[in-house]
């Protein structure tokens, strides 16, 4: 049989499951995943091979309307997965009703590019609300395969599986076939840190928070990572670090514990705290994260 290829796209809307899709499919917690809306800000490419096939996820952030100049590099990248997609996974949670989203919907179908219409979360409500959900969705689409799954509880997944490889282009393999992931291992200890703050932090401080790598040295026993946490506000910093710094200590413990689960090495991490105000309407700043501007 002939080899076969390709790229495939999860989009939807913010906290659908797009991130614990993408890691049950690839089967490696790539991704993170809170329950905090907007924790995906970048495309995320999982990459799985077979003998005669790869398949090259990508998570984008959920679909939403630009407010500012963060918003608008996301959705720059939403639209990035349009494009090169030879597959397109258009996920919606049980319940969910057509919003904002219903001009990308157009795009889409001029597109061409075949949709799985995955109906998420299938586990959590009854029947009825998803037969609901399924009318609602299905006819916005040109010509959807409606797949109801649950990306959590690993229901149905073997039919995404399945159709997806159906659609999948021959083509030889776009990456080497040992590679999990085209980020840089450095993209994942940031998203390490972005996380624990996700999880520990409340209100506005995840949201105002960009995290950089500023050094990775691998030597033979340890991992000496230095990593800077920029925040938008003094009074931010001050909850970041915690009465005498109890708050970044714990930070730093429990993201190490993660970052050796990831690395299989003992980390030494060094964490700092810096006010940068404006960092979301600022180019270079967003260039230097790693954002298209
Ligand atoms: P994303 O924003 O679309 O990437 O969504 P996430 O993957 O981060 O998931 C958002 C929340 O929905 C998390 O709390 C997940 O555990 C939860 N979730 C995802 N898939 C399912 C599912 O199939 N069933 C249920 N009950 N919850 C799910
Ligand atoms: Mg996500």
């Known amino acids: 049989m002939a080899h076969k290829a390709g790229f495939v796209n999860i ?38 091979n077979g003998e005669d096939f790869q398949i090259v996820y990508s998570d984008t952030p959920g679909i939403l309307k630009p407010h500012y100049k963060l918003h608008e590099a996301m959705m720059k990248q939403v639209g990035n997965a349009l494009q090169d997609a030879d597959v397109l996974l258009y996920m919606v949670e049980a319940g969910e009703k057509p919003g904002e989203t219903i001009e990308l919907i157009e795009k889409i179908n001029l597109s061409e590019i075949p949709v799985l219409l995955l109906i998420n979360k299938v586990d959590a409500v009854e029947q009825e609300r998803i037969t609901e959900t399924e009318n609602l969705w ?28 159906q659609y999948l282009p021959e083509s030889p393999p776009y990456y080497g076939k040992d590679e999990l992931t ?23 401080v995840p949201y105002s928070v960009e995290v950089f790598i500023d050094s990775f040295k ?14 938008a506000r003094e009074s931010q910093k001050a909850i970041i670090l915690g009465h005498n710094g109890a708050g970044i200590k714990r ?14 090495k003992h980390v030494f991490l060094a964490l700092t705290v810096k006010v940068n105000d404006n960092w979301r309407n600022d180019n270079q700043m967003l260039q230097r994260f790693g954002y298209e501007v």
Do not use: C
């Open 11 to 48: 989009i939807g809307s913010p906290n659908v499951g797009k991130s614990t899709l993408m890691n049950a499919l690839v089967g490696e917690k790539l991704s993170i995943i809170t329950r905090k809306a907007q924790t995906t800000r970048h495309r995320i490419l999982g990459i799985i």
């Open 138 to 165: 299905t006819p916005l689409f040109k010509n959807p395969e409606v797949i109801k799954i649950s990306a959590l509880k690993n229901l149905n997944l073997n039919l995404v599986f399945d159709a997806i490889m």
């Open 182 to 204: 085209d980020k840089p291992v450095r993209f994942f200890i940031s998203e390490i840190i972005r996380e624990k703050i996700l999880l520990f932090y409340s209100k506005e």
């Open 218 to 231: 691998e030597e033979s026993t340890i991992i000496r990572i230095a990593a800077t946490i920029f925040v």
């Open 251 to 264: 930070l730093g413990t429990e993201a190490r514990l993660n970052m050796e689960h990831f690395l299989d």
